[in-house]
């Protein structure tokens, strides 16, 4: 089992610890995944998507340049589509048995937030979570971003928190993958052919148990 630190450092590549349905999905679409550190070039990108979307006297939480700087543990992952930062979400462990997820931020262009890019964001990271055993993703969450938290089994907790003891329940991972082939495929054919996504199965996943986390995100 890799550490979170040698997936943060690029020693391990997260595109090997996704799903086999998860993958296929990416693979199929036009958009593009990959770690984002500290000194890219792309991070100056995912800062301004950042700034479109949070609340000027806020966003500073929430751009990964700020995050990847003061935050020990953080893994940033970018979307691109035509080397254009569509797409970035934000996490970190706590705990000494890194065993605790706090998602910090999660965003999406408004162009395309209606291609399920934050679903495939959540669950890329979700694949990440489960393969390093860890337990819990929480955060914190705006009124916008509630149904989103919802529609993965999350539970409201205090003061607009969310957890979720994971993996996510079977069938919500299979209904977000096959909404994202089916609104990204590139190739033009039946949605029916795109199911058989599932063939390889999805790796880890159990029916999960609802628990709690932070970030007002945008999809």
Do not use: W
């Amino acid at each position: 089992m890799p550490s979170f630190n040698e997936i943060v450092c690029g020693e391990v590549n997260f595109n090997d610890i996704l799903s086999k349905p998860l993958e296929k999905a990416l693979a199929n679409s036009d958009f593009q995944l990959r770690l984002l550190e500290e000194g890219d070039t792309e991070v100056a990108e995912a800062d301004l998507l950042m700034e479109e979307i949070f609340p000027p006297r806020e966003v500073d939480d929430y751009k990964p340049s700020q995050l990847l700087s003061s935050v020990d543990n953080v893994l940033s992952i970018i979307c691109l589509k035509g080397g254009v930062v569509i797409g970035s979400i934000t996490v970190s462990c706590v705990g000494g048995d890194e065993k605790y997820m706090i998602l910090h931020s999660l965003g999406v262009d408004k162009e395309y937030r209606n291609k399920k890019l934050g679903s495939a964001l959540m669950l890329v990271v979700h694949d990440i979570a489960c393969e390093l055993e860890i337990d819990t993703i929480s955060l914190i969450s705006s009124d916008y971003g509630k149904p989103f938290y919802r529609s993965f089994n999350f539970t409201e907790m205090a003061h607009q928190s969310f957890e979720i003891t994971l993996p996510f329940a079977k069938k919500v991972i299979e209904k977000k993958i096959a909404d994202f082939h089916r609104m990204n495929q590139k190739a033009v054919g039946s949605v029916t052919a795109g199911l058989n996504f599932f063939d390889g199965g999805i790796q880890k996943q159990v029916e999960p148990l609802a628990s709690q986390s932070l970030s007002p995100t945008f999809y």
